[in-house]
């Protein structure tokens, strides 16, 4: 376990001691889990460190703005409205995929794919 994990154990297992944990929400629950599994382990600390902090590394923000993309995508109904969001997807796919990331969002997204299909029989 690094240091930064035993201080955090320690201060929560005192706390918990004091009775400061007891009215939580949430009590007696597990947490949901906030890792990213692409991370590796050894920088899930730190990147949950600078989460906190309020500073989010370009990619999981990139990948962030992908989702929300994609969600306004899938709810738009008007077809300009959806070509805008459209090409903010490409546009931000595009972004992830020169960022140098292990993972290429253009070749293996499936999603991305069958909507560049779709958009083009709607012309």
Known sequence: ???IDQLVEARVAQATARGEMDDLPGAGRPLPPDDDPLVPETLRT???LLKNAGYLP???RLRGGIREAEDLLRAAHDEAV???HA???RL???RLSRS???VNLMAESGYFEALCV???TRR
């Open 87 to 89: 090409r903010r997807l």
């Open 118 to 120: 779709r958009m083009e």
């Open 1 to 3: 376990m690094w240091l």
């Open 58 to 60: 370009d990619e999981l």
């Open 100 to 102: 140098g990331t292990h």
């Open 92 to 94: 931000l796919l595009e």
């Open 82 to 84: 959806r070509a805008s």
């Open 46 to 48: 730190a990147h949950r």
